[in-house]
């Protein structure tokens, strides 16, 4: 083996020398005749060239084709870039949709606040929830309006369906709203169209049930909650949802606020009761004047006459 492998060898060497010698020799013999500035050997470049370059197009097909793939390679590079700004820009106009639903959701309650029919008679104050603090053991949400704003405790709160709470707890700029689901939460209600007085008792779920003093017979579900103004705590005729019946039969109320979604609540100010200027005929026994005492002396000589 390695005889063979050194005769290879020794042969091999001649051979690229001639080879080379060869190629050195044809490159110099047609450097020297492109360099000659004669008739005829122009003549001869031109016909070497007519015959050479048309058969020479195969040689060109691999330049063509890198050339090719170099402006590909741009305009796949190009294009990336663009899918790149693309990109960035679809993510632009989906934080803008959700900016824009949000804006809308917002606008929609606000609508449905402004669309809440009430009493004449009542005004309000609408506020932003900042927080909800509820808990297991309690249900409360934070509003963005206190005292500053004439916000009083007790005032009722609704959102733009039905009524929500109320006012238990104001600072300067914030009030808390204890809302029906609490289990320390009681309101007198009305029941229509059957017209049952009940009290509605929270317990910290999102259907309370409703205590009835009456005729439960006359209470169906699907009747109509509304608040009484008995006890003058909350103003009537306030929606606060319908009758359901539980599992196990009791009567509960469907409330019509959506608890899921506070953002903004109304305020309800509750008008005052009127202040007593005077006594009128009503006059205290210890008011009557020393003068117009009956005395003694009057009433004896009143019996004896």
Same mark, same amino acid.
């Given at each position: 083996?390695?005889?063979?492998?050194? *005769?290879?060898?020794?042969? =091999?060497?001649?051979?690229?020398?001639?080879?080379? =010698?060869?190629?050195?020799?044809?490159?110099?013999?047609?450097?020297?005749?492109?360099?000659?500035?004669?008739?005829?050997?122009?003549?001869?470049?031109?016909?070497? %060239?007519?015959?050479?370059?048309?058969?020479?197009?195969?040689?060109?097909?691999?330049?063509?084709?890198?050339?090719?793939?170099?402006?590909?390679?741009?305009?796949?590079?190009?294009?990336?870039?663009?899918?790149?700004?693309?990109?960035?820009?679809?993510?632009? #106009?989906?934080?803008?949709?959700?900016?824009?639903?949000?804006?809308?959701?917002?606008?929609?309650?606000?609508?449905?606040?402004?669309?809440?029919?009430?009493?004449?008679?009542?005004?309000?104050?609408?506020?932003?929830?900042?927080?909800?603090?509820?808990?297991?053991?309690? !249900?409360?949400?934070?509003?963005? %309006?206190?005292?500053?704003?004439?916000?009083?405790?007790?005032?009722?709160?609704?959102?733009? #369906? *039905?009524?929500?709470? !109320?006012?238990?707890? %104001?600072?300067?700029?914030?009030?808390?709203?204890?809302?029906?689901?609490?289990?320390?939460?009681?309101?007198?209600?009305?029941?229509?169209?059957?017209?049952?007085?009940?009290?509605?008792?929270?317990?910290?779920?999102?259907?309370?049930?409703?205590?009835?003093?009456?005729?439960?017979?006359?209470?169906?579900?699907?009747? !109509?909650?509304?608040?009484?103004?008995? =006890?003058?705590?909350?103003?009537?005729?306030?929606? %606060?949802?319908?009758?359901?019946?539980?599992?196990?039969?009791?009567?509960?109320?469907?409330?019509?606020?959506?608890?899921?979604?506070?953002?903004?609540? !109304?305020?309800?100010?509750?008008?005052?009761?009127?202040?007593?200027?005077?006594?009128?005929? #009503?006059?205290?026994?210890?008011?009557?004047?020393?003068?117009?005492?009956?005395?003694?002396?009057?009433?004896?000589?009143?019996?004896?006459?």
């Amino acid at each position: 083996m390695a005889r063979e492998r050194r *005769g290879q060898e020794d042969y =091999g060497r001649p051979v690229r020398r001639v080879l080379i =010698g060869v190629l050195v020799v044809a490159l110099l013999t047609v450097f020297g005749i492109w360099r000659i500035d004669n008739p005829r050997v122009e003549r001869f470049r031109a016909a070497m %060239v007519d015959k050479i370059v048309p058969s020479f197009d195969w040689a060109l097909v691999p330049v063509t084709r890198v050339t090719r793939m170099v402006d590909d390679f741009q305009s796949y590079s190009r294009i990336y870039e663009q899918n790149q700004e693309l990109r960035r820009e679809l993510q632009q #106009l989906k934080s803008w949709r959700e900016a824009a639903l949000q804006l809308e959701q917002e606008n929609a309650r606000l609508l449905d606040l402004n669309k809440v029919r009430l009493n004449a008679n009542l005004t309000y104050v609408t506020g932003v929830v900042l927080t909800d603090n509820g808990s297991p053991f309690r !249900r409360s949400v934070l509003l963005n %309006v206190g005292a500053r704003d004439g916000v009083q405790d007790g005032w009722a709160t609704m959102d733009g #369906l *039905g009524l929500v709470g !109320r006012i238990s707890g %104001v600072g300067d700029r914030t009030s808390r709203v204890i809302l029906l689901t609490d289990s320390n939460s009681r309101v007198p209600v009305n029941i229509q169209p059957s017209g049952q007085k009940a009290l509605l008792v929270g317990d910290n779920t999102l259907a309370p049930p409703v205590d009835i003093a009456d005729n439960l017979e006359d209470v169906r579900p699907g009747d !109509r909650v509304v608040t009484s103004g008995d =006890g003058k705590v909350f103003p009537a005729d306030v929606l %606060v949802g319908q009758i359901a019946q539980g599992p196990n039969g009791r009567l509960r109320v469907k409330l019509a606020a959506d608890y899921g979604r506070l953002e903004f609540l !109304r305020v309800l100010r509750n008008p005052e009761a009127p202040a007593i200027a005077s006594t009128g005929n #009503l006059i205290a026994p210890d008011e009557i004047p020393v003068s117009e005492a009956p005395t003694e002396t009057a009433t004896g000589e009143a019996s004896d006459g």
